[in-house]
Structures are given as structure tokens and as C-alpha cells.
């Protein structure tokens, strides 16, 4: 994927803010809603399933940056998901070399979206590395759309959690909106939240609500760390359907993430960084 990459790197000075905006398109209140779907992989759940891709190489990725393998059960019916202690219970562990695994029936419309979990890694995490990743049409080259939780380093910005997404318009341009970590000032900083054996509390808030960019106008997204704001900045439009697939650890071209994760949500709306905030104490 890094040859997409480098043309989304043309296009992100024309997405990337200055600033490091609030979340507070709703109700400011102390506490949360409670999720659309939740997963708290205490113990084995129907709709968390194993999934890989079909002839991945020894190095454990696709070789197919345009198209990609879409990770599919029917692949990894050998493999029984494996549960660890985890935060709070049991947590999901993903091997980090053949699967991943699919939430399945998950439905948050086109509207605003948060996703929300714990994620501990076992190891120094590589660039492109899926940590969450949901999307629609993932492999097709000419209408695909997806947002991606990742690590990327080497701009002297970056680390992780870096969102990563992408459209491609009707006329066929690609766009790759990305942000990062933030200093108090709005600018990119280099910085890593996840470090090898530490859970770290993640949420991404998207309000298809709010344009934002400038030149290519996308949506407003914000991170949240441990229930602080770490960065804020342009997601992709039409990234959320309710056709969307969604992927712990694993995504259509990259070697997969290792790690545990627990206490996964979702929601169909935006939540504030009150609510952020509430849901993180709730559950440290």
C-alpha cells in the first residue's frame, strides 16, 4: 500500500486542519449512550469470526496493493479464536501472522460513527499494520472506501493511533485523508500510544455531519487516548454503509496485527469528549 500512500501524502496538505478542533456536536453530557453493539469477548460470541485471505505470501501480506484479498471465514475455518485474560475478563488474542478476526451484522448506516475498544500489543508495531479497519468495496480499485486505525511512521509525524482513509471519487481520483497525533497547537507531532504489553484505550469519532477540509471536502474525525483527545482531522466520505465490513487486526493487503483486544463498541452517532472521557473512566 505504500504506493498509495505517497499520493495520499500529495493530498493531505489539502486535508489537514491547523488546529485541533473540540468534539462537541452534541449534548455535552457526563455520561455515554450506551452502544449500538458490543463486544466484550468475555467469552466466545457468534459474531466475532475468525477470518484470513487466500494466498497470503511468507511475509504474511496480499502482494496485491490495488485490489487486495478480502479476509473471509471461509479461510480460516482450522482456526479457533483464542481468549486471554483480558482488561476487564477475557480479551480476544490474534496471532498476528495467518488471521484476523470480522464483526459480523454490524449495521451504523451513513451517519455519524464512533468505534471504541482496549488493545494491548504483543510487539513494536509495523507501518500499515491494521489495528481496526472497516469499509465498503474494499477491493475494487475503482469505488473502494474504507477507514483504517494503523501506525505510519517516517514524516517525522506519525505513530499510532494514525487514521488512514480513502475514496475514490466518481472521475476516478483518489483521496487519502490521514491525521495523527497533535500537539496543544494543531500540529502534527510524531508520538505512540501503543507500547508492547500496555492496554491503551482507543475511540475514533466520525460526524458525517460536519465537512471538513478544504480543498477536498471530507468529514470530521477526532482520536481519543486513554479519554484525552490526541488528533483530530479529515475522514474520508462515504466510508460508512450499512454494507460496510468490519476487521480487528487484519485488513485486504497488510501483514495482521498481534495483540489482544477487549471491551470493543460501537455506536451510530458521534459521542463528545465528555462522553469519550465518561466511557474511559468507566472502564479503566
Not at 65 to 91: C, D, H, N
Not at 149 to 165: A, L
Not at 212 to 238: C, D, F, I, Q, R
Request: aromatic share 12%; charged share 20%; net charge positive.
Amino acid at each position: 500500500m505504500f504506493k498509495k500512500f505517497l499520493n495520499g501524502m500529495l493530498t493531505a496538505a489539502l486535508l489537514l486542519g491547523s488546529a485541533t478542533y473540540a468534539n462537541t456536536t452534541t449534548a455535552n453530557a457526563a455520561d455515554f449512550p450506551a452502544p449500538k453493539y458490543n463486544f466484550n469477548m468475555d467469552k466466545t460470541n457468534k459474531n466475532v469470526v475468525a477470518v484470513a485471505r487466500k494466498g497470503d505470501n511468507k511475509n504474511h501480506t496480499t502482494g496485491k496493493p490495488e485490489t487486495g484479498v478480502l479476509p473471509k471465514a471461509s479461510q480460516a475455518k482450522k482456526v479457533k479464536l483464542k481468549y486471554v485474560k483480558g482488561k476487564k475478563g477475557k480479551a480476544l488474542y490474534l496471532n498476528g501472522s495467518s488471521y484476523g478476526a470480522e464483526l459480523n451484522k454490524v449495521k451504523l448506516g451513513t451517519g455519524p460513527w464512533t468505534v471504541s475498544f482496549w488493545v494491548k500489543a504483543d510487539d513494536s508495531i509495523s507501518d500499515y499494520v491494521p489495528i481496526f479497519f472497516t469499509g465498503n468495496k474494499i477491493t475494487d480499485p475503482r469505488n473502494t472506501h474504507w477507514v483504517s486505525i494503523t501506525h505510519m511512521t517516517g514524516h517525522d509525524y506519525g505513530g499510532d493511533p494514525y487514521i488512514w482513509s480513502h475514496r475514490v471519487t466518481g472521475d476516478g481520483m483518489e483521496e487519502f485523508p490521514w491525521y495523527c497525533c497533535q500537539d496543544a497547537d494543531g500540529n502534527l507531532i510524531e508520538s505512540s500510544a501503543l507500547t508492547k504489553d500496555k492496554w491503551v484505550h482507543i475511540t475514533l469519532v466520525v460526524d458525517t455531519n460536519d465537512t471538513y477540509g478544504e480543498e477536498l471536502k471530507g468529514h470530521h474525525g477526532w482520536t481519543y487516548v486513554n479519554g484525552e483527545l490526541y488528533g483530530s482531522g479529515t475522514v474520508a466520505n462515504n466510508t460508512m454503509t450499512n454494507s460496510n465490513k468490519f476487521y480487528l487486526g487484519i485488513n485486504a493487503w497488510d501483514v495482521p496485527f498481534k495483540g489482544c483486544y477487549d471491551e470493543v463498541k460501537l455506536w451510530n452517532k458521534a459521542l463528545t469528549d465528555k462522553q469519550v472521557a465518561a466511557l474511559y473512566n468507566s472502564e479503566k
